[in-house]
């Protein structure tokens, strides 16, 4: 099935609605913009932000299986046990957010609006802002203020999220109106700090906040996730949301799917654990052999890199001709001249991973030796970010429970 309906672009300001009305629009795009890089100007591999977003990426993940288990009151079948740890008040511990290869929009939200940029994340949940009362932590981040907005409720709840070395980000939960491109979720529920971990502060982390497009399920508020309430108030005619990271004009589309931005049919992979977005890849090829077969993976565009189950990862680049980095367990190298090929079958459709981001870049030290983007993961299931996605059009069915791979259009 393709989706065929015209793209609305909006280039005046966001206004909000008293009351949700259904829209007549099926779709909306929002420009992305890219935060920063994992490479030095040298084209070598920034090991200091690339170990920042492994951990971050590794402690997002985790955080979404506790939160799974404290919703649902059961264990995510993809969690792993004894790799979590809580603090004393029994919060999840995390590392420091990374600001490194993120995708970031422009939201608004109250009345009158106020812009926020955030970052756009199918590996979670929740919707987190900066508060008019948060302390220097928050400096050079769009602030919100409830105190200025009419649609602002307090709904006396705290919130705290746990980072590591004990730093945290904590505040209170509100509700109001949360625009993007005219398609208005009413009384959505979201965090607004009081301070900020270090990792969110503006040095590290350029957008203000951030927006999760997973499910409820994951949420540490356990509250329904921005888009899935504009569905649920007829504000989009197809609940589907859909990505293209592609230059010159990556975009995030709401309601549908942009034909203009790929060509030919859908390949359909379906949810197989609703919480984050998690599909079966139906295998993973290296250098033309069937690596693996049947493996489950979360489609994750906060995460720039490929992180797999350590021994599937270990058998893919034994295939590929990879090495373990000693010093760095689960980074593994290839010959720069010798950039091998993989590529994930998905939907019973194979769909390559380009040779100029499976190369992240060189080794400083030994500038012939390159790092691949596919690293061994603290998971049983595998993450697969925009290194991948990067290269396809991505549609996310919140309705059929499915994601859908397009070949992108050429420019």
């Known amino acids: 099935m393709r989706f065929t309906h015209a793209t609305v672009i909006i280039a005046l300001p966001f206004f909000v609605t008293a009351a949700h009305q259904p829209v007549e629009q099926t779709g909306r795009m929002i420009p992305l913009f890219k935060l920063s890089s994992l490479v030095n100007a040298d084209k070598s591999v920034n090991f200091e932000a690339l170990n920042s977003h492994t951990a971050s990426t590794t402690a997002k993940i985790l955080r979404g299986f506790d939160n799974f288990e404290k919703n649902t009151g059961a264990s995510h079948p993809s969690a792993v046990k004894g790799a979590w740890k809580r603090d004393s008040g029994g919060l999840p511990l995390a590392p420091l957010h990374d600001a490194f290869n993120r995708w970031f929009g422009t939201i608004s939200i109250g009345t009158p609006p106020r812009n926020f940029a955030v970052l756009f994340d199918t590996g979670s949940s929740d919707l987190l802002l900066p508060g008019a009362q948060c302390d220097d932590t928050c400096n050079g981040h769009a602030l919100y203020d409830p105190e200025a907005s009419l649609t602002s409720l307090d709904l006396k709840k705290p919130f ?11 505040g209170d939960q509100y509700t109001d109106n949360v625009t993007i491109v005219g398609l208005t979720a009413n009384r959505q529920t979201f965090a607004v700090a009081v301070h900020y971990s270090e990792g969110l502060q503006i040095e590290r982390f350029h957008a203000d906040g951030l927006l999760g497009m997973a499910f409820q399920s994951i ?193």
């Open 160 to 170: 705290t999220l746990g980072f590591m070395g004990g730093a945290k980000a904590f």
């Open 219 to 411: 949420s540490a508020l356990d509250q329904s996730p921005f888009f899935q309430t504009l569905v649920s108030q007829d504000q989009t005619v197809e609940p589907v949301f859909a990505f293209s990271f592609a230059a010159p004009t990556p975009e995030l589309y709401l309601g549908g799917t942009n034909p203009d931005m790929y060509t030919g049919d859908f390949a359909w992979a379906p949810v197989i654990q609703q919480a984050h977005w998690q599909v079966n890849i139906d295998s993973v090829v290296g250098n033309g052999q069937n690596v693996l077969t049947n493996v489950a993976g979360v489609i994750d565009t906060g995460t720039f890199l490929i992180y797999g189950a350590p021994l599937d990862v270990a058998a893919l680049y034994a295939a590929i001709g990879g090495t373990p980095f000693p010093s760095d367990p689960g980074f593994y190298s290839f010959p720069c001249d010798a950039v091998p090929s993989v590529s994930f079958t998905l939907g019973g459709t194979s769909f390559p991973v380009p040779a100029e981001t499976l190369n992240m870049g060189s080794y400083g030290d030994d500038p012939s030796k390159c790092i691949g983007s596919i690293f061994a993961g603290a998971f049983k299931t595998w993450i697969v970010g925009t290194v991948f996605l990067d290269s396809v059009y991505t549609a996310f069915d919140v309705a059929n429970l499915r994601v859908g791979f397009a070949t992108l259009a050429v420019p």
